[in-house]
């Protein structure tokens, strides 16, 4: 069993949802967001630091992915919130976990089977795919999709080697 954590980095709200993963079977294990504190973006992100921080050490996960972020016209906004994507880079980094970065749309063709899904046919298709899961959020919805998409994704480059092994 594998425990992927999926994050959604936010500046203002950090998503993230924690999934088991055994072989084809997901079930949900954890899912919150983090909320910035303070006006000041040095102390903005550091309060994502150390929620997300708090979050790996409660949960332990094996294996992490991250949205990749768009750019949009709002360049300054574009960089913040990259800036808020590196946090979501470097506590996996620090916990000695490689990350998965997946683009928006490859997340929401793996879990709800169309690429420019809105956020309601995400979360519908999150609680299909984790009966039970009672979700903090939008932002926590992504999460949990992004880690759906890494469990998905993940267990390709082994999938292929072993029909490789059959067929040779």
Not at 83 to 88: E, L, P, T, V
């Amino acid at each position: 069993m594998t425990r992927v954590i999926g994050i959604d980095p936010g500046l203002r709200n950090l998503g993230w949802g924690v999934i088991d993963v055994s072989g084809s079977r997901l079930t949900h294990v954890a899912n919150g967001v983090c909320q910035s504190a303070g006006t000041e973006l040095a102390k903005r992100l550091l309060s994502l630091h150390i929620q997300l921080t708090q979050v790996f050490e409660c949960w332990s996960p094996d294996a992490a992915a991250v949205e990749q972020t768009f750019v949009n016209k709002d360049g300054a906004g574009t960089l913040k919130l990259g800036q808020a994507r590196g946090i979501a880079m470097l506590v996996p980094a620090q916990a000695g976990l490689s990350v998965g970065e997946y683009a928006p749309n490859r997340v929401k063709k793996t879990v709800v089977g169309v690429g420019h899904a809105d956020k309601a046919q995400v979360l519908h298709m999150v609680r299909l795919q984790l009966p039970g899961a009672e979700i903090a959020g939008p932002d926590a919805a992504d999460a949990l999709a992004i880690a759906i998409c890494h469990a998905h994704h993940a267990r390709s480059p082994a999938l292929e080697a072993a029909v490789r092994q059959v067929r040779a």
